[in-house]
């Protein structure tokens, strides 16, 4: 029996996709069959979105806390204008809280044969890749009363760099390598250094450092001056087991810890020295060699930027395999790790001697400033307990710490805001002491 007037109507609207009917319509169809033929002929008049065609470019990365401006061109090859909406996803964490709605969703009107090009403004909020998700179009037709939907698979990827906010500290470090590279008159002494030119002497001077033969042919006091010498490796080791994972404040122990190697890469290779990375905890997780003087920093931050904390014991036997493997001579090896007690006593401890018979050990950790909260709290019974544990656990750091530096280990411990400044000094303090 042959469907006839409202009947074939109705059956006709039920065989469209799902989904292509402004929600509000719905109940309006089986009343008003003129209005119903209006939004069958607006359907059919609408753009096709399978035949859309996309291609991206922009931004490839981006710094965390910085903006990434990615396009996407979206050419209409079809004879009908396109009036759409469109959503560009990306993964939530591309976005500030909030801001996802705004920044992802566009309406465009693309005219028959030609192309348009919007752009997606990512704020990141994590480190890492950031790829591109699927483009979903909403194509509406002349009367705004139905729509046709699909989505579009266009692939890119943003990476979220490494922030590297202790580069504000990289000038008054670089100023102090100037006088110990000896363009002020500041007295450097100590093995290893480099004679570099004769000064008067001046109070304060160390006396050891008088040029008695050239005091001789003048009337003055002739001191030498010495500068570091260059062309040193430096080995940076991250820790990327368990402990790297624990957050101090809002940062993560990892990224405290990449801060400070940065910090420690630019002032190193600045000073002319030669500066590797090695990401372990179980295998390497990242590593940069045998990188020109101007391309180490940017391969590093590249390195640095996916890595994420493994939730696994750090294997400390394979980690100094590994650095001894990566330093065949004599080095400096920065190992940025926790100095929680039981990894260093049963880890770091046992295989330590074979990394400082070779080699000068710098180890660096990220304290928490609420460990001296705690232990300055007094005035209730859970402040009284919380200041014992607080009391306890820094004693057993600088416990942790002096085993160490009974192995000749430098010891930084300092919190995330200050641990790379103070990196860098410590490696300012080994070169001025002649012990790189």
């Not at 036997?317 to 006593?345: C, F, M, N, W, Y």
């Not at 303090?429 to 790189?436: C, N, V």
Request: glycine share 6%.
């Amino acid at each position: 029996m042959a469907l006839t007037g409202r009947t074939a109507l109705l059956a006709a609207l039920g065989s469209l996709p799902v989904g292509i009917l402004e929600p509000s319509w719905a109940g309006i169809l089986a009343v008003n069959a003129p209005l119903s033929v209006a939004i069958l002929c607006d359907y059919a008049m609408a753009a096709p979105v399978r035949r859309l065609q996309f291609t991206r470019s922009g931004d490839t990365s981006v710094r965390l806390g910085d903006s990434a401006e990615v396009q996407l061109t979206i050419t209409n090859p079809s004879a009908r204008r396109l009036r759409a909406r469109l959503r560009d996803a990306w993964p939530p964490s591309s976005w500030l809280p909030g801001t996802e709605q705004a920044s992802s969703r566009h309406t465009l009107t693309i005219p028959a044969g030609e192309r348009r090009r919007i752009s997606t403004t990512l704020r990141p909020t994590r480190r890492g890749d950031r790829q591109a998700a699927r483009v979903t179009v909403r194509s509406y037709g002349p009367l705004g009363l139905a729509a046709r939907q699909g989505h579009h698979e266009v692939p890119w990827t943003v990476r979220v760099l490494p922030p590297f906010t202790s580069r504000k500290h990289l000038p008054s470090r670089l100023a102090r390598l100037r006088e110990l590279d000896g363009r002020t008159s500041v007295l450097i002494r100590g093995e290893g250094t480099e004679f570099d030119s004769l000064r008067e002497y001046v109070p304060g001077d160390d006396t050891r450092s008088i040029d008695w033969r050239a005091t001789a042919r003048q009337t003055t006091v002739a001191v030498r001056t010495w500068r570091p010498e260059r062309d040193r490796h430096i080995l940076i080791v991250l820790d990327t087991g368990r402990t790297s994972a624990g957050r101090v404040g809002n940062v993560p122990r990892l990224d405290a810890s990449m801060d400070a190697a940065l910090l420690l890469t630019a002032l190193a290779t600045r000073a002319g020295d030669r500066v590797d990375l090695l990401a372990y905890d179980r295998r390497t997780r990242a590593q940069v060699q045998r990188r020109a003087a101007g391309e180490v920093l940017p391969a590093m931050v590249n390195a640095l930027a996916p890595l994420e904390p493994e939730l696994v014991e750090t294997d400390a036997r394979g980690l100094s395999a590994a650095a001894l493997k990566h330093a065949p001579q004599r080095s400096l090896i920065v190992l940025l790790t926790s100095l929680d007690a039981a990894p260093i006593e049963e880890g770091l401890l046992p295989v330590l001697p074979q990394l400082t018979q070779r080699h000068t050990v710098l180890v660096a950790a990220v304290a928490d400033p609420h460990i001296e909260e705690m232990a300055s709290g007094r005035g209730s019974l859970d402040a009284v307990y919380d200041a014992a544990a607080g009391t306890q656990t820094g004693i057993q750091r600088r416990r942790t710490a002096e085993q160490l530096q009974r192995h000749g280990v430098t010891v930084v411990d300092a919190t995330p805001e200050n641990l790379a400044p103070a990196l860098a000094d410590a490696y300012l303090a080994l070169k001025a002491a002649g012990r790189l």
